[in-house]
């Protein structure tokens, strides 16, 4: 029969006394539940169990405490409820991780593979993965405050957020899925890795399209948390300089915007001028950011009035790639609004169109150029 050891022996050294300045616990098996104790300096629990597989403290006081090789162990589940703890560090740990209505100043997870970390109703200064680890979930909900999410090298499966507030988000690596529920908020949100951010925002993308057969309530909020998170993601980018990645958030959070106001009017005139808007400042022009979206516009104007004059010159000339050659070189003219002398007036009115048309992609298109130049 294994001996039942007792944790809560105060501030003693816990285990074998030894010239260590700890409280040391390793491979003991403990009592599941721990409950208002303070422990100062280091707590260090390692290859440790208890009869159900769970670890229970409540209404603790700890300066640190260190858990190390969780899953080994056999503890399946450590929680926390009504603590205040300096710093709790988890090392080469695979257990579900619990925090309720307790204070937190740092919370490290180093070489861990959680399954899920559930937090409520805390309040918590900085939480932070180490590298070679992961974490499945990662649940926030019941109005906690949380300065500070780091991720370094760490994949977060599901990152959920509910009736919470985040001052800031940071991750060089990947967060497979961001949800923010009713209540969330989210002040600042960055990713570094130019390939991860593009599957993130692919992954938001493919949500969007999975509204399509969503109800009205159902589109609101999740465009309304969408635009949370691309708020969030366009002004840490700001603040870092990172103009690229910025006019990327900006083409997504203007286009989010355009479709939520189309949403919810209920104007059938005003739907209309928000699709109307959205195709000609997003698809056409890219929201005066993107400059291929201009180049594409340019050239499907050029093409659409040169098949045009390719059809009336056509009657005209004989040889079929003279009267194509014709009819791109009249068009690019007209669109560029190179004054020649045209001995033969093709299209009329029409040339004018053309010309108007040329004059105001040229423009939008030195804006976007001069944009980038001057940033």
């Not at 195709?279 to 890219?286: A, D, E, N, R, Y």
Request: neutral net charge; proline residues 1%; hydrophobic residues 40%.
């Amino acid at each position: 029969m294994k001996e039942v050891f007792d944790i809560t022996t105060g501030t003693e050294i816990i285990g074998a006394k030894d010239d260590l300045a700890e409280n040391l616990c390793r491979n003991k098996l403990l009592h599941d539940k721990i409950e208002n104790r303070k422990f100062s300096g280091d707590v260090e629990i390692d290859h440790c169990e208890t009869d159900s597989k769970k670890l229970r403290f409540e209404n603790c006081i700890f300066d640190n405490i260190i858990i190390k090789n969780g899953s080994s162990g056999q503890i399946e589940e450590l929680k926390f409820i009504g603590c205040k703890i300096n710093s709790v560090e988890f090392f080469r740990c695979s257990i579900n991780a619990v925090f309720e209505t307790s204070q937190i100043i740092s919370a490290k997870f180093d070489d861990c593979k959680m399954p899920k970390i559930k937090i409520e109703s805390c309040d918590v200064q900085s939480i932070s993965f180490g590298s070679k680890g992961s974490a499945e979930e990662l649940f926030i909900s019941r109005k906690c405050n949380i300065e500070k999410i780091e991720c370094k090298d760490v994949r977060i499966g599901n990152l959920r957020l509910h009736s919470s507030h985040i001052e800031y988000i940071y991750t060089d690596s990947s967060i497979d899925l961001l949800e923010l529920k009713e209540g969330a908020e989210l002040d600042r949100f960055f990713i570094e890795n130019k390939d991860e951010l593009k599957n993130f925002l692919n992954t938001l993308k493919d949500k969007r399209k999975k509204l399509r057969g969503g109800t009205v309530s159902q589109k609101n909020v999740e465009l309304r948390h969408q635009n949370v998170i691309m708020l969030a993601l366009y002004n840490q980018y700001a603040d870092e300089n990172r103009f690229k990645e910025m006019d990327v958030c900006l083409v997504i959070l203007r286009s989010i915007n355009c479709r939520l106001n189309r949403l919810l009017s209920k104007n059938p005139l005003r739907k209309l001028g928000y699709m109307t808007e959205n195709f000609v400042l997003g698809k056409m022009f890219g929201w005066g950011v993107q400059v291929i979206n201009s180049l594409i516009t340019s050239a499907a104007v050029i093409a659409l009035f040169a098949l045009i004059h390719f059809v009336k010159l056509r009657e005209q000339t004989s040889s079929v790639w003279k009267c194509m050659f014709l009819s791109a070189e009249a068009s690019v003219n007209r669109f560029f609004n190179v004054n020649e002398i045209d001995p033969m007036p093709i299209l009329g009115h029409f040339d004018t169109v053309e010309q108007i048309i040329g004059v105001i992609i040229l423009t939008i298109f030195t804006g976007v150029i001069a944009r980038k130049i001057i940033r």
